[in-house]
C-alpha cells in the first residue's frame, strides 16, 4: 500500500539522519527523542571505556533503548486517544526507524562515519557541524513529515501535542 511507502521511507529517511548526521555531532532533537538523546549523552559520559571510534554506535544504541522505553506509556496513551489506524500506522513507523538505526548502527560498512573531522581545525570542525545539523535536520524533517502526511506520528510527545491540539481546538503549531 502506498501509506506503508511512505512511511517505510519516511522511517528509514529519519533514522539515516538521526544516526549519521545529528549523534554524530551530538546534536539533540527535540521533544521525547531529545530527551532521550541528553540521557544517553550523559549516560554514555559514565562510560569511559567506550572507545572514541565506537561513539556514535553506542550512543544510537543507548537512545533508542531508552526511547523505546519512554515510548511504552506514549503507547499506551495513544492506544487511548486515537484511532487503531492512527496508532497502526505510527507504531510501524516508529519500528521501521528503530530497526533501520539498529541496522545502520551495526551492519559493517554502514556504520561508518560519511566524514571523518577527527585531525581537522576547530573552524571546519564548527562547520561540521553547523552542515551536519542542517542536512540532518532537512532529511528528518522530510521523514517525519512523511507520517505526518499519512496520518501517522513517530511516536514520541507528538501524540501528546496532538492530542492537547484536538481537545483545545488549537493548532499544533504553538504546541
Do not use: H
Not at 559514565?46 to 554506535?57: I, K, S
Not at 497502526?88 to 526507524?97: E, K
Amino acid at each position: 500500500q502506498k501509506i506503508y511507502l511512505y512511511l517505510t521511507l519516511g522511517a528509514i529517511l529519519s533514522s539515516f539522519a538521526t544516526y549519521y548526521f545529528l549523534v554524530e555531532v551530538q546534536i539533540m532533537a527535540a521533544g521525547l527523542a531529545g530527551i532521550s538523546n541528553g540521557i544517553a549523552y550523559t549516560l554514555n559520559d559514565l562510560f569511559p571505556w567506550v572507545d572514541a571510534g565506537n561513539r556514535a554506535t553506542w550512543d544510537i544504541m543507548l537512545y533508542w533503548v531508552i526511547y523505546l522505553i519512554a515510548n511504552i506509556p506514549i503507547i499506551y496513551l495513544t492506544t487511548r486517544w486515537f484511532s487503531k489506524k492512527f496508532l497502526i500506522y505510527s507504531v510501524y513507523f516508529f519500528t521501521i526507524n528503530f530497526i533501520s538505526a539498529i541496522i545502520f548502527a551495526n551492519v559493517p560498512g554502514l556504520n561508518q562515519k560519511i566524514i571523518d573531522m577527527t585531525d581537522a581545525s576547530d573552524a571546519a570542525q564548527g562547520l561540521q557541524t553547523f552542515m551536519y545539523a542542517l542536512l540532518g535536520g532537512a532529511i528528518y524533517g522530510i521523514g517525519t513529515g512523511m507520517a505526518f502526511k499519512v496520518g501517522a506520528c513517530t511516536m514520541g510527545l507528538d501524540p501528546v501535542s496532538k492530542f492537547i491540539s484536538r481537545e483545545k481546538d488549537i493548532s499544533i503549531a504553538p504546541i
